[in-house]
């Protein structure tokens, strides 16, 4: 039974092809990873990161007590999230910062590693608009993805479309660059309709 192909694995294709199309050419929808290139050399698994933590870091919250102070769920949820927790009643609505990413890259990270098909290198797409891309967290959230990326199976390129820009964090040298996307999203949607 072919699967259901997600929206976010449609717009990365799209993305990609348009901001990188001499790295991946055509890209192809299929399974483990979701994008491949025609020539089998490069996997692209995509993940929406619009806070699936975060929702039920809210939920905790809309459950708790008024005034009290956080349960240990609620700050370990607050950790994946990557919030420091600091006032009680206003942390969450703040946009998350953009260490938020690491934790799905770990996630992503261990799937890798627990069986997809044979390609010659795998990259990783994370979308969100619920997480900030500061200049400011960009070395940092490229040193920790570094620092996770420790397994038989790597990932080469983590691209992360959030807050109107896409950054490509290139793993392997330990680099980054900025793209910004409305453009290239005006483009997309102007061509659909």
């Known amino acids: 039974m072919p699967r259901e192909t997600s929206p976010y694995e449609i717009y990365a294709k799209h993305i990609l092809e348009a901001i990188y199309g001499k790295r991946y050419g055509t890209l192809l929808l299929r399974d483990k990873p979701d994008l491949q290139t025609a020539d089998g050399e490069a996997g692209i698994e995509v993940m929406s990161v619009n806070g699936e933590i975060f929702e039920r870091l809210v939920t905790e919250i809309a459950l708790s007590q008024p005034y009290q102070a956080p349960t240990d769920r609620i700050l370990k949820l607050c950790a994946d999230c990557g919030i420091e927790y600091s006032d009680w009643q206003t942390y969450v609505i703040h946009p998350l910062p953009a260490s938020g990413f690491v934790e799905p890259f770990k996630r ?14 795998y990259d990783l797409f994370l979308y969100s608009d619920r997480h900030t891309m500061e200049a400011y967290e960009l070395e940092p959230l490229l040193e920790d993805l570094r620092k996770e990326n420790q397994a038989r199976i790597c990932y080469r390129y983590v691209y992360i479309d959030a807050a109107g820009k896409l950054v490509c964090f290139d793993l392997a040298h330990g680099e980054y660059e900025v793209h910004r996307t409305s453009k290239v999203r005006n483009m997309l949607f102007s061509d659909s309709s």
């Open 108 to 121: 992503k990270l261990r799937k890798l590693n627990a069986g997809y098909i044979s390609l010659g290198h």
